[in-house]
């Protein structure tokens, strides 16, 4: 706890509740980049992260980014670039990971679809069991439903679902998804957070408006 909220750097920002976890804080991989105060929730283990980022090898150079203040629900798996086979070869099967001879046919980095890194950014809350494809871009204050497939990128402030997942809704009109844009309430320091948390959790937004 400090004087304006929860310790960012803090494992389990409430000792009393282990399922919660802030993600930042017990990343080892470098090509993991995630934003202070989000976190994943697991009554399994929220500690463990990493193990729901599967297909992430180094070699390959992509990297998973999340910004700031997302809520990550339990079962989430973001599937990275080494996930993806071969496709414009008359078979799809990856002979070369079997050694024994088949390793000749190893392809090289440009023949493998590569979609780039996978970005989350600020305010984005992920249902259960939620499944990201590589190289999608998911925009701030996005939702994405409860057992979503996301194959596509996301525009701010929207909300996503089904397999694969298409846009739900709006959250809000095109002026108020642009004022929030600007405001970028996840950049202020933690004081200020915590003087407007009222306003930042009130249907209301016009009390922000003064904010600007």
């Not at 996005?142 to 996503?160: L, Q, S």
Request: aromatic share 12%; net charge negative; proline share 6%.
């Amino acid at each position: 706890m400090t004087a304006y909220g929860p310790d960012p750097s803090a494992v389990y920002p409430n000792p009393l509740l282990k399922s919660i976890c802030y993600i930042k804080n017990v990343i080892t991989r470098p090509n993991i980049i995630v934003g202070d105060y989000t976190y994943y929730s697991d009554e399994r283990d929220a500690a463990a992260f990493e193990t729901h980022v599967t297909h992430h090898y180094e070699f390959l150079g992509d990297r998973l980014r999340i910004g700031r203040f997302c809520a990550i629900g339990q079962g989430i798996e973001f599937i990275m670039n080494g996930a993806n086979h071969r496709m414009h070869s008359a078979t799809t099967y990856p002979f070369n990971l079997f050694s024994h001879g088949w390793e000749r046919c190893t392809p090289t980095l440009d023949e493998l679809p590569f979609k780039g890194d996978t970005v989350v950014g600020n305010d984005v809350w992920f249902g259960q069991n939620v499944t990201v494809l590589p190289g999608v871009h998911i925009g701030d204050g996005a939702i994405i439903a409860a057992n979503a497939v996301v194959a596509c990128d996301v525009p701010p402030y929207t909300v996503f679902g089904g397999n694969p997942a298409r846009l739900l809704r709006h959250r809000f009109d095109e002026e108020t998804t642009a004022f929030l844009l600007r405001l970028r309430w996840w950049d202020w320091e933690a004081e200020k957070i915590f003087a407007n948390l009222e306003a930042l959790c009130s249907g209301d937004l016009s009390a922000l408006r003064n904010l600007e």
